[in-house]
């Protein structure tokens, strides 16, 4: 049984609708800037991410707008823009379509303004609870669009987009769902959150007054990753019923492996990084040489590119050198739970349209991460396999193979 993508929805800092975030994804526009949402004065790390010109009046409620946190209406969003792209799922039972969603934080926008309104002991906001639960994004998509079968939330930080496409995979394939809205959203431009990332020196400090310059993986001079928020939402269905209802099809969702490193909580691990993309090529029924396109993990910071440079070159050995690498955070910042659902949106614009999205603001690269990154410029390469690699803490690695239909 074959699973397709039949719909693609996003809201990133480089532009709403796959159009136009693909549009600057090729031109190596990037979406970071200062700061703007709160003063971030006194931040280390003033620079994010920020999606522009978002305004959920547009598409929302009074009531929605009122009982959802910030990365809830960016799933919202993401998720009606993938349906709208699809034609909609109206083909299928309401008890045959399942939601898999993944975030990282949750609602943590919620979670800072009313724990500051507590304790300036003012009252809270009647829906703290609901807005910030992580399952929040799916139960409202779930809600608006009155889809009734299994309802899933993953938070694996990092890697959690990647776990809910993998579980959508796991499901279509079950036989529990016929069509499943897969995706991560979050929303983390929040002080507390920034505050947290620094203490654990993961954040960039450097750029604060060259913003588009300041995600630079595998670049000589990296510091670490920008926060950024955002949501990716993919259509998954099985092949047999896209057809039938006359779907496009833009790839295939062939593969999908996770491994937890079980080593440390923070620190990247080569050997559960190879595993877990060997797994889905394996899922996949294809071997190593197949892949000839890696959507990468690639956060900018010093240690993670290198591993993951190092796990690429375990893998697939010589050939790892023939491979068109790229890193979509290099433009977007780092949304953590959303990054691997974006970065699938990349991984399958690059299979349907041929040409592989450049990693920018690489100049000069480590020494240590001496692959093909696609630097600076986009290239038309024809790939036909692809992996896209999804990280986290937690010691959570997950990798996911995409091929053109």
């Not at 009313?114 to 929040?136: E, L």
Request: glycine share 10%; aromatic share 6%; with cysteine.
């Amino acid at each position: 049984m074959r699973v397709v993508v039949t719909g693609m929805g996003v809201v990133s800092p480089i532009g709403t609708g796959t159009d136009q975030f693909w549009a600057a994804a090729i031109n190596g526009i990037s979406g970071i800037q200062k700061i703007r949402c709160f003063d971030a004065s006194s931040q280390r790390s003033q620079i994010a991410g920020e999606i522009t010109g978002f305004d959920p009046n547009t598409f929302l409620s009074a009531k929605y707008i009122d009982q959802t946190d910030r990365f809830t209406q960016l799933a919202l969003l993401a998720t009606h823009l993938a349906l709208e792209d699809a034609g909609g799922l109206d083909a299928y039972a309401p008890q045959c379509l399942a939601v898999s969603i993944g975030s990282g934080m949750g609602g943590f926008a919620t979670f800072e303004s009313s724990a500051a309104r507590k304790f300036r002991n003012q009252s809270i906001p009647p829906f703290t609870v609901p807005r910030t639960m992580a399952n929040s994004a799916a139960a409202w998509i779930a809600i608006k669009h009155r889809l009734k079968g299994v309802n899933l939330t993953c938070s694996t930080a990092c890697s959690s987009g990647a776990n809910a496409i993998g579980m959508a995979l796991d499901l279509l394939r079950a036989g529990r769902a016929d069509a499943v809205i897969a995706g991560g959203a979050e929303a983390c431009v929040l002080p507390l959150t920034m505050t947290g990332f620094e203490a654990l020196h993961a954040l960039t400090t450097s750029f604060n007054t060259e913003p588009a310059r300041a995600s630079r993986p595998f670049a000589k001079g990296r510091d670490g990753f920008v926060m950024s928020e955002g949501a990716g939402m993919l259509i998954l269905e099985k092949e047999e019923g896209a057809k039938q209802r006359g779907a496009k099809i833009y790839a295939r969702l062939a593969g999908y492996g996770q491994t937890c490193d079980a080593t440390h909580i923070v620190m990247p691990d080569m050997d559960g990084q190879v595993a877990a993309m060997h797994a889905a090529i394996r899922d996949a029924g294809m071997e190593p040489d197949s892949i000839d396109h890696i959507n990468a993990h690639a956060t900018s910071t010093p240690l993670g590119d290198i591993v993951e440079t190092r796990a690429i070159k375990a893998l697939f050995g010589d050939r790892a050198r023939d491979i068109a690498i790229n890193a979509t955070k290099s433009m977007i910042g780092h949304t953590v739970g959303a990054s691997a659902a974006i970065g699938s949106i990349a991984t399958i614009m690059a299979l349907h349209t041929g040409t592989i999205h450049p990693t920018i603001n690489l100049d000069e690269a480590d020494p240590e991460c001496d692959l093909d990154y696609t630097p600076n410029h986009a290239r038309q390469k024809q790939p036909r396999n692809a992996l896209c690699n999804a990280f986290g803490f937690g010691g959570n690695n997950a990798s996911i193979v995409f091929t053109t239909p």
